[in-house]
């Protein structure tokens, strides 16, 4: 498995925009489907966005679908989120996520074997 470190959150206005990035420590990164999870207060953790190994294609939730784009580097084994025109809507803890075997979706918490900490993610009206 892969340990998680994510950064990169904080507080921004409405329309903003935030970059979020996670570095993995371990090996093989380049062989793991890498996500995107949030969890605001009181909700359920919910998908945001992942990237294929390999391929690299991505998937996005219907809610950040145009505004958010998913990448990876991994000679540096580090996956990104940039978020652009937030919205207040999309205030919540923001988690990385790994998944090293097959999985149909890799849209569910339980396809991931690996999970970051968590950043915080605020956006002011």
């Known amino acids: 498995q892969l340990q998680l470190l994510e950064s990169g959150g904080g507080l921004v206005q409405a329309g903003g925009s935030l970059r979020l990035s996670c570095v993995a420590s371990?090996?093989?990164?380049?062989?793991?489907?890498m996500g995107w999870f949030r969890q605001a207060p009181g909700k359920e953790r919910e998908f945001v966005a992942r990237?294929?190994?390999?391929?690299?294609?991505?998937w996005y939730a219907d809610s950040v679908k145009g505004r958010f784009t998913i990448s990876r580097d991994d000679a540096k084994k580090t996956v990104h989120l940039r978020m652009d025109n937030l919205r207040p809507e999309d205030t919540s803890v923001y988690y990385c996520?790994?998944?090293?075997?097959?999985?149909?979706?890799?849209?569910?918490?339980?396809?991931?074997?690996?999970w970051g900490q968590g950043t915080q993610v605020t956006v002011s009206a």
């Open positions: 996520a790994a998944s090293g075997r097959f999985a149909m979706t890799y849209t569910l918490e339980r396809e991931y074997d690996s």
């Open positions: 990237i294929l190994s390999d391929s690299g294609i991505t």
């Open positions: 371990g090996e093989f990164f380049s062989k793991y489907v």
